[in-house]
């Protein structure tokens, strides 16, 4: 009998999940400090990089990397770390209006769509699928074009891409919440309809929203980047950072560091907003737990 106790497998307890969070892993630190050293090149690109990134000279052409110029230079002998640390602001601004552009108008539809119905709800609806039928992408092509060259327009043309994304997620958010008892209760009780959309739908409508936010602003920062490889962005010889690789792209066999340093930047910048979103929406899962 002894032995079979001593053989039997020990019982523990469940793992208890702690309530409001986790332990942060080495990958979300290693995602907070480089986006960390991101805000710091938008908010002050000098502490990090002494150089001028329109700066030609005609002697430092194609260097590799090095100490002196860590990322190396590029055709003109620009320092290539300079201008990826100057281009952060412009491609990172960019995005943060296209997701504020569909994140705005995508919310307003999907919210009149769902509460209001009927007419309104079928019309909206109809531009959404239509939408929602062309890749994102070619879509802000089409836009950019119409609109004309730059980082402003090509921000506008990726944020009306990503509306009906925004305008799909919140009109069933509101159709969920619209059904729900307290909703009715407060039309029973003489609340205006303008007050019932303001203090009760919204409020419990915008959580899945906001939580798309993060992601939508890593997919614009590879939208924006892609509109300005293809010539549609900034104008050289301002930096940006998918001008920096189409720029490299001409070098790509003497010189591969000036397409592969840009292209891994605009990856991890990606990587990390990712990962940090998942950090922030395992965070208010766990403090509604």
Do not use: C, K
């Not at 539809?109 to 994102?136: E, H, K, N, Q």
């Not at 000036?258 to 766990?286: A, D, F, Q």
Request: charged share 10%; glycine share 10%; net charge positive.
């Amino acid at each position: 009998m002894s032995q079979l106790i001593a053989e039997a497998p020990a019982i523990t307890s469940p793992p208890r999940r702690v309530r409001g969070g986790r332990r942060l892993a080495g990958s979300d630190i290693a995602a907070l400090a480089f986006l960390l050293v991101l805000a710091v090149a938008v908010a002050a690109p000098g502490l990090l990089s002494p150089f001028d990134p329109l700066e030609v000279e005609p002697g430092q052409t194609l260097l590799a990397p090095s100490l002196a110029h860590p990322f190396g230079t590029d055709y003109l002998g620009r320092d290539l770390y300079t201008r990826v640390v100057h281009g952060t602001g412009r491609t990172l601004l960019a995005s943060f209006i296209a997701v504020v552009i569909g994140l705005g108008v995508g919310s307003l539809l999907g919210l009149i769509a769902a509460y209001f119905g009927r007419a309104a709800d079928t019309i909206i609806s109809r531009i959404v699928d239509v939408l929602l039928s062309i890749p994102g992408l070619l879509l802000s092509m089409v836009i950019v074009v119409a609109l004309g060259f730059g980082s402003i327009n090509a921000a506008i043309a990726v944020g009306i891409a990503s509306v009906a994304m925004f305008a799909r997620l919140m009109r069933s958010e509101v159709l969920r919440v619209r059904a729900l008892t307290f909703i009715e209760s407060s039309r029973h009780l003489g609340v205006r309809p303008v007050g019932v959309l303001w203090h009760h739908v919204l409020p419990n409508s915008y959580g899945p929203v906001l939580s798309m936010t993060t992601l939508q602003f890593g997919a614009s920062i590879l939208w924006i980047a892609a509109l300005s490889f293809l010539g549609y962005g900034a104008p050289p010889p301002q930096p940006e950072w998918g001008l920096l690789v189409a720029e490299g792209r001409e070098y790509i066999a003497s010189s591969p560091w000036l397409t592969m340093l840009p292209g891994l930047v605009i990856i991890l910048t990606v990587l990390s907003i990712s990962r940090v979103s998942r950090l922030l929406s395992y965070g208010r899962n766990g403090a509604d737990a």
